[in-house]
């Protein structure tokens, strides 16, 4: 069983920066894929980026490429989602998630674990 815990969320003005951290307990840290998603009011959770086992590999939805970047530590079990030139349209709230195997996905349904998410607001 694997454990995620989002932290770094919180308000900002568009333009701004914000890192999130997802750290994992519970598993062989290396062994998952790991994604982000975000939830805004009354929509569906959708696709931000997602990483491979080794970080050598990543995928973004178009709505943040250029924009946003995933990186992971396998040493400190933890996946980031360093977020640049936020917009208004980028409030929601952010979950991590990790899939066993060894390259990410778009699809959510396709993930075992979930963190319990962090909120991101983005003022105009």
């Known amino acids: 069983q694997v454990q995620l815990v989002e932290s770094g969320g919180g308000l900002v003005q568009a333009g701004g920066s914000l890192r999130l951290s997802c750290a994992a307990s519970?598993?062989?840290?290396?062994?998952?894929?790991m994604g982000w998603f975000r939830q805004a009011p009354g929509k569906e959770r959708e696709f931000v980026a997602a990483i491979n086992w080794s970080g050598g590999n990543t995928d973004y939805a178009d709505s943040v490429k250029g924009r946003f970047t995933i990186s992971r530590d396998n040493a400190k079990n933890t996946v980031y989602l360093q977020m640049n030139s936020l917009k208004p349209e980028d409030t929601a709230v952010y979950y991590c998630?990790?899939?066993?195997?060894?390259?990410?996905?778009?699809?959510?349904?396709?993930?075992?674990?979930w963190g319990q998410g962090t909120q991101v607001t983005v003022s105009s």
């Open positions: 519970g598993g062989t840290f290396r062994r998952y894929a």
């Open positions: 998630a990790a899939r066993f195997e060894d390259y990410g996905s778009s699809n959510r349904y396709n993930y075992d674990y």
